[in-house]
C-alpha cells in the first residue's frame, strides 16, 4: 500500500493523559497536513508541513498541540494533557506540489473519557 | 473568515439514477476546488478536482461543473450504485496550502 498510512487507527484515553499519533506520507511527498474531523462536520486545518519545517499553524492547535516532522518523512502530532472536547479523528494528508491534490490517510480516532 | 457549503445536508436517489450534489463557495479569488467523498470510519477519498481556468471537468462516472459567475460547483455522478453511499464534502484552496471544508452531503443510494 503506497498511499498514507496513520497509526494508531484507535485511541481511547483518560483525561490528562497524553497521546502521539504518527502519519506516514506518501513516498515522495514534500507536504504534509493535519487536520482534524468531529461528528457531522468537515475537516479542519490544523498545521503543514514543507519537508521539515512546519510553516503555518491554526489557532485550533492550542499549546497542549505539538506537531513534528524531523526528516521530512514521518510526522507526529502529540496531544498534552488531553481533554474531553480533544475527542475527534485527527486525519493527515500529503501532496507532493504547491497548491496540488492532498491524499489523505484513514484518520486515528481520539476518544477522551 | 471565506467559507466554503453546501445547499443540501441529505441526498437520497435510487441506484441507477444520476445524482447532483451542489456547493457554494464565497471566495472569489479561490481557483482550485476538490471534491471528497468519505465512507464511515475512513479517511476522505479524492474524487475529481477542477481549477478555476476550467468550467467542465469529468471522470470516470463523475463531472464537476464550475460556475464562476455564481460560485457555484457542482458533482454529478451517473448511474449511481449502492458503493456511492458516502458523505461528499467540498473543498477549496485557500492561500495555496490548506484546504477549506464545507459541512458536507450525505448521499444514500437506494435499492
Known amino acids: 500500500d503506497t498511499g498514507v498510512s496513520q497509526d494508531p487507527r484507535h485511541k481511547i484515553t483518560k483525561r490528562g493523559q497524553n497521546v502521539t499519533f504518527r502519519c506516514d506520507p506518501i513516498s515522495e511527498h514534500n507536504r504534509l497536513y493535519w487536520y482534524r474531523q468531529t461528528l457531522g462536520q468537515g475537516p479542519e486545518f490544523l498545521t503543514y508541513f514543507q519537508n521539515e519545517a512546519q510553516l503555518e499553524k491554526s489557532r485550533l492547535l492550542s499549546d497542549r498541540f505539538s506537531a513534528e516532522r524531523p526528516k521530512g518523512s514521518f510526522s507526529t502530532l502529540e496531544i498534552q494533557r488531553t481533554e474531553q472536547g480533544d475527542s475527534a479523528m485527527y486525519l493527515c494528508a500529503s501532496s507532493l506540489l504547491i497548491a496540488d491534490t492532498q491524499y489523505f490517510g484513514p484518520g486515528t480516532r481520539l476518544t477522551v473519557l | 473568515g471565506e467559507s466554503v457549503g453546501l445547499h443540501l445536508p441529505t441526498l437520497s436517489v435510487q441506484e441507477g439514477d444520476n445524482s447532483i450534489i451542489n456547493c457554494a463557495y464565497s471566495?472569489?479569488?479561490?481557483?482550485?476546488f476538490i471534491w471528497y467523498k468519505q465512507e464511515s470510519g475512513k479517511g476522505p477519498q479524492f474524487i475529481i478536482d477542477i481549477r478555476s481556468n476550467m468550467d467542465k471537468r469529468q471522470g470516470q462516472r463523475v463531472t464537476v461543473l464550475l460556475n464562476k459567475t455564481v460560485k457555484h460547483l457542482s458533482l454529478q455522478i451517473a448511474a449511481t450504485q449502492p458503493g456511492d453511499s458516502a458523505v461528499y464534502f467540498c473543498?477549496?484552496?485557500?492561500?495555496?496550502?490548506?484546504?477549506?471544508f464545507g459541512q458536507g452531503t450525505r448521499l444514500t443510494i437506494n435499492p
Open positions: 471566495n472569489s479569488a479561490s481557483d482550485y
Open positions: 473543498a477549496e484552496i485557500e492561500g495555496a496550502q490548506k484546504l477549506v
